[in-house]
């Protein structure tokens, strides 16, 4: 069982400030997906990450992906409140998803 | 290209009732899985289907089962419903099984009463 472990579980910060979670697991995967997922909808997927060391960037969201494909992290830069959500990892090929970081981001 | 969609958006369901989950894939999607949500849980693999066949499932009881129609389409259907049956039921479709994105419908919200 490939278990995903994310943190912190929620975060609540001001507009304008820096963040960082984590997904972390004791297995390796062939690739890690993250998804944010807003109330009343379905997760929407953010990015695939699937070499060892990848760094993605998606505006002001930067993932990478552990140089032992054991780990990853999202880090958002200046944050708005429109970042505001519960951000998933998932584990691609098990279906396997973590319990998720729930954002706040204050105005 | 119309997303996934699911009905009902919202249930309420008795202890030891049946219920049926309905979802509609995205145009030209073969594959459907489905999740369960419970308040404050990343989504739980149930299991999914590929071309009208179960392709994979998780770990859940035979009491959850499901189907997939010739035109993609899927339903998932509890029996002998439990009160830790109510959550959010997500489905999600995609074009075939290994690594393709996933497109997620919003949800269908069961309360188990």
């Known amino acids: 069982t490939q278990l995903l472990e994310q943190s912190p579980q929620f975060l609540s910060i001001q507009e304008g400030e820096n963040l960082t979670v984590y997904c972390n697991s004791s297995s390796v995967f062939s690739s890690l997906q993250w998804y944010r997922q807003e109330p009343g909808e379905g997760p929407v997927l953010l990015v695939t990450v699937v070499t060892g060391g990848e760094v993605k960037k998606l505006k002001r969201l930067t993932f990478q992906f552990g140089d032992a494909r054991k780990d990853s992290s999202l880090h958002i830069t200046a944050a708005q409140p429109g970042d505001t959500g519960l951000y998933l990892c998932a584990g691609w090929g098990d279906m396997r998803f973590g319990a998720g970081t729930r954002l706040t981001v204050k105005p | 290209e119309t997303g996934v969609t699911q009905s009902p958006t919202h249930l309420i369901k008795t202890r030891g009732q049946q219920v049926t989950l309905r979802c509609s894939s995205q145009?030209?999607?073969?594959?459907v899985s489905w999740y369960q949500q419970a308040l404050g849980q990343g989504p739980q693999f149930i299991f999914q289907?590929?071309?009208?066949?179960?392709?994979g499932r998780g770990n859940f009881p035979p009491r959850f089962s499901g189907l997939q129609f010739p035109n993609y389409s899927s339903e998932l259907n509890v029996n002998a419903l439990e009160l830790d049956d109510s959550a959010l039921y997500l489905c999600a479709s995609s074009l075939r099984t290994g690594q393709e994105t996933q497109y997620f419908g919003p949800g269908t919200r069961l309360l188990v009463l």
């Open positions: 145009s030209g999607h073969n594959t």
């Open positions: 289907y590929y071309r009208e066949e179960e392709n």
